[in-house]
């Protein structure tokens, strides 16, 4: 990444991420059930949005490798699955932490929990079998196999199957109506920290393969 990008991305960032904190904590409003704890969601969502994207681009980048056998496509391919995982560990951590403030337990083998545990399984295997490889080609190509596949079961996992169970996890951004389930101000402020998130996964990313 050249320096002024650098400089100018992680500018962008830093502004988002002062202004995501300032409304999150002096704008937003405590929710109707929730009360302060939906502030934990501003955390929550963005890193799982972003865990999402990490996935689908190592699957992509892995695809690639596969047509051009270019080493490039598999380093970040490698790169954006770990940083799924980082995320996903995120997630689960802050998810964790809501669950002990509200049901009682930081575990509670709730339907989403249970699926992001199938997820963390299904990329902590990624990252082992990345670990456990010596040949370089041979890494690559199973790599980017299992990239593939694995990002089938991602949309399974994360917007299916944990709707079609009684969950205690509060009602989605998107209801089963199809309708958004925040306030405008509630909403603004996820947007502004799905951004910050979003880009941060970004400069991570370019700043390890540039």
């Given at each position: ?32 059930g ?133 969950s ?16 405008t ?26």
């Amino acid at each position: 990444m050249r320096k002024e990008e650098n400089r100018m991305l992680l500018g962008a960032i830093g502004v988002l991420t002062l202004a995501a904190l300032y409304t999150i904590f002096f704008v937003v409003p405590p929710a109707e059930g929730l009360g302060e704890y939906v502030r934990i969601a501003f955390f929550h969502i963005p890193v799982a949005w972003v865990s999402v994207i990490a996935f689908f681009y190592a699957a992509y980048r892995g695809g690639r490798y596969l047509r051009t056998r270019d080493l490039a496509h598999d380093a970040a391919s490698a790169r954006s699955a770990v940083l799924g995982l980082v995320f996903t560990l995120l997630a689960t951590g802050s998810g964790a932490i809501f669950s002990k403030l509200t049901w009682g337990a930081y575990w509670n083998w709730d339907p989403r929990q249970t699926t992001i545990f199938v997820l963390l399984l299904i990329y902590g295997a990624y990252a082992t079998l990345r670990m456990t490889m010596r040949d370089e080609r041979a890494r690559a190509s199973a790599s980017a196999v299992y990239a593939l596949f694995s990002f089938i079961s991602v949309p399974f996992l994360v917007f299916i199957l944990p709707r079609m169970f009684f969950s205690l996890h509060p009602s989605p951004v998107i209801n089963g109506a199809g309708r958004l389930d925040m306030d405008t101000v509630m909403l603004g402020t996820l947007l502004l920290s799905l951004l910050d998130a979003t880009l941060v996964y970004v400069w991570l990313m370019k700043r390890r393969l540039t």
